[in-house]
């Protein structure tokens, strides 16, 4: 037992059968120090985020300390933080299809609905950070392969260059691969199907999203979550889970509830929910072939997102931010902009 070790994840790696290159990863994660990506304990559960001690941030205060350069060396002073907001944002027409063909001139950003100047603009496709989290309790043992072969053409369709990790959930979420770009560790991680227990929903979200916040190589950082049922089991609740996706660097959420069984009203909803406050969207197949379509969808929506900055200054407050974008274009009536509907000021948000 690693007794007394702060792991910065709250996700526990499973056991699978990767040869040499597994054991050395698992060497690695025991050996890590705390807040390295690879800091994961062995197969042991470990308390969900709510319950472990909040981590210190210089940019939580709006403030950090850094040493002086030159004669000065050993001093030290305090710098004001700019608090830099990031947004990812995909554009759709009056028929629902992408528009993909927009200039920075086109958007307005607002926040607490005042205008903000757009200080940085892009739309080309950029790899993302992307967490895949599927139910993995009783209820979906027959629904697991058309399932797992639905996300692995979603990786298919993706950028070459994402990063991509696994957490199969039940009553505990299990990191079964790491990020990586290889399909077939994907695969294999996707196959870990146990498929017994209760649904920890909530938790199993905001643990991928600490994952998702602890690698920065990768600003845009995005979760496909997958299930059939409601959270039973979680000690973090919808509003936990929400507001920690409205942090300072919480992913897009896209959901898909697979409504066959177990699919109450108040089950969409809480996806609906986790999915529309991050910009992201919620789907309810009513058919599992359908899933396929909508997992291939959704990689196309990612690679045709719209990446807008802006800097509001520091005068803004300590409690929730609202953001609402507006696109205008030659050609259309009314276009409908999808990016997160606000943030809680800290740390650069991205």
């Given amino acids: 037992m690693l007794l007394g070790k702060r792991f910065s994840l709250r996700l526990v790696a499973r056991v699978f059968p990767l040869g040499i290159l597994a054991a050395m990863l698992c060497a690695r994660a025991i050996a890590q120090e705390p807040g390295d990506p690879m800091g994961l304990p062995p197969r042991t559960p470990t308390p969900p985020p709510s319950v472990q001690a909040p981590e210190a941030s210089g940019d939580q205060a709006g403030q950090s300390i850094s040493p002086e350069s030159g004669e000065d060396q050993g001093r030290f002073v305090f710098r004001k933080q700019v608090q830099e907001v990031v947004l990812h944002a995909t554009v759709m027409d009056e028929s629902g299809r992408l528009v993909t063909s927009l200039e920075r001139s086109a958007f307005t950003v607002y926040q607490n609905g005042q205008p903000e100047a757009i200080t940085s603009f892009r739309s080309e496709d950029t790899p993302v950070a992307l967490g895949i989290v599927i139910d993995n309790s009783g209820s979906m043992r027959d629904k697991r392969q058309k399932v ?25 979420p299990y990191l079964d691969q790491d990020f990586t770009s290889d399909v077939n560790l994907l695969q294999t991680a996707l196959h870990q199907v146990s498929s017994r227990g209760s649904t920890a929903l909530y938790d199993a979200v905001v643990a991928s999203n600490v994952h998702l916040k602890n690698n920065p190589s990768l600003d845009k950082k995005v979760l496909l979550v997958i299930t059939d049922g409601q959270d039973n089991m979680s000690r973090e609740t919808l509003q936990d889970a929400m507001k920690k996706l409205q942090s300072s660097k919480g992913a897009t959420l896209y959901a898909i509830g697979l409504t066959d069984q177990g699919m109450t009203r108040s089950a969409r909803q809480a996806l609906e929910d986790l999915a529309q406050s991050s910009g992201g969207v919620a789907f309810f197949p009513k058919d599992l072939d359908e899933v396929n379509e909508i997992t291939r969808g959704i990689a196309h929506d990612i690679r045709n997102q719209y990446t807008l900055t802006y800097n509001p200054g520091p005068s803004i407050g300590s409690g929730y931010q609202r953001i609402q974008v507006e696109a205008k274009g030659s050609g259309h009536t009314r276009l409908t902009v999808r990016t997160r509907n606000g943030y809680y000021p800290g740390e650069s948000m991205r």
């Fill in 148 to 172: 797992s072969q639905a996300v692995v053409n979603l990786m298919r369709a993706s950028n070459a260059q994402d990063q991509v990790f696994v957490v199969n959930f039940n009553q505990t």
